[in-house]
Nanobody, 116 residues
Framework: QVHLVESGGGLVQAGGSLRLSCAAS????????TGWHRQAPGKQRELVAT???????NYADSVKGRFTISRDNAENTVYLQMNSLKPEDTAVYYC??????????WGQGTQVTVSS
């Protein structure tokens, strides 16, 4: 069982920045893929960014060039740096990890609100 605790959400004006953190209860070396997803009111959850253990990253087109996913292996933490935030980025953001055994875990979510 892997527990994920997200933090860093909040209210920010358009054009501002936030950094989300996701602390894992297990060594990040046991994790194959880390990712951030988001769900806006009335919409389906969507993928924002993923990072794999081989160092590759992928982003949704809507956040490319503005968001960066990264890992701190020593701290067992995954980050999502969000710059140039837009009102349409408003959502609950969820951390997700998949272990090398294929187990999938989710955090509880953190609210991000971008005002215009």
């Amino acid at each position: 069982q892997v527990h994920l605790v997200e933090s860093g959400g909040g209210l920010v004006q358009a054009g501002g920045s936030l950094r989300l953190s996701c602390a894992a209860s297990t060594s990040i070396f046991s994790i194959s893929t880390t990712g951030w997803h988001r769900q806006a009111p009335g919409k389906q959850r969507e993928l924002v960014a993923t990072s794999t253990s081989d160092g590759s990253s992928n982003y949704a087109d809507s956040v490319k060039g503005r968001f960066t996913i990264s890992r701190d292996n020593a701290e067992n933490t995954v980050y999502l740096q969000m710059n140039s935030l837009k009102p349409e980025d408003t959502a609950v953001y969820y951390c997700n990890v998949v272990t090398f055994l294929g187990h999938n875990y989710w955090g509880q979510g953190t609210q991000v609100t971008v005002s215009s």
